[in-house]
């Protein structure tokens, strides 16, 4: 259940950000403002999701900082406990390769991890966008928070190692199951590149996507 685990975090990242910066300017009537400045819309959601992508990149990376040390003393726990007069030097030998291989799975989980972040990030942008309330958006946020779960169930229990290259290329579902086969050390190299690959198509046609709600009118000034 960690493709779980990991998912819940960016949950508890900057989403709330992402509220308060969109259907929170239209609460606080300050939208107009923004809107009359000389900046142009993809450089304000591009500068929005700048500041959500930095803090869901902290709250992941407290994290991964945890995990990484706890991890590296599980891996090499076993060898230490089973060594009779190791020296300090080889303490640290182990240490040093429990993590290393430690590092090279989080430089993995963050090449799949980056892109989407930047997918769910503008998706939930797009619908605060045009969002009246922060009632209507915290609804789909909650929507957002039972979808994620079920699709780490369903990458879990209903599709197997075996899956067909589709569902790596499946926006969201596809990173969850490429996290899901890299713990359980069955991610090739090609799955891979699929996931992180469609996915980083799938973030450009999210920022696509709010900059064109961001430049109607109607959308933004929505009440």
Known sequence: LLPLALTSWLIGGGLGLIV?????????????????????RVGMVLGKLTAVFIASLVVM??????????????QAGPQLLG????????????????????????????LLF??????????????????SSYRESNGFLFLL????????LLSIFSIGP?????????????TIIAIRDLFSQ???????????GST????VLAIALVSYIYSREWALSRR
């Open 20 to 40: 308060d910066t969109t259907v929170g300017e239209k609460e606080r009537q300050t939208i107009e403002s923004l809107l009359v400045t000389p900046a142009s």
């Open 61 to 74: 990376g407290m994290w991964l900082a945890e995990g990484l040390f706890l991890s590296v003393i599980t």
């Open 83 to 110: 060594a009779q007069g190791i020296s300090a030097s080889e303490v640290l030998t182990v240490l040093a390769q429990s993590g290393r291989d430690v590092g090279s799975l989080i430089v993995i989980l963050m």
């Open 114 to 131: 980056i892109p989407f972040v930047i997918v769910l990030n503008g998706l939930v942008m797009a619908f605060c966008s045009v969002a």
């Open 145 to 152: 928070q039972l979808a994620l779960p079920a699709m780490v």
């Open 162 to 174: 075996d899956a067909g290259a589709g569902w790596y290329a499946a926006p969201i579902l596809g």
């Open 186 to 196: 069955t991610l090739s190299t090609n799955k891979l590149l699929l996931s992180v």
């Open 200 to 203: 980083s198509f799938y973030a």
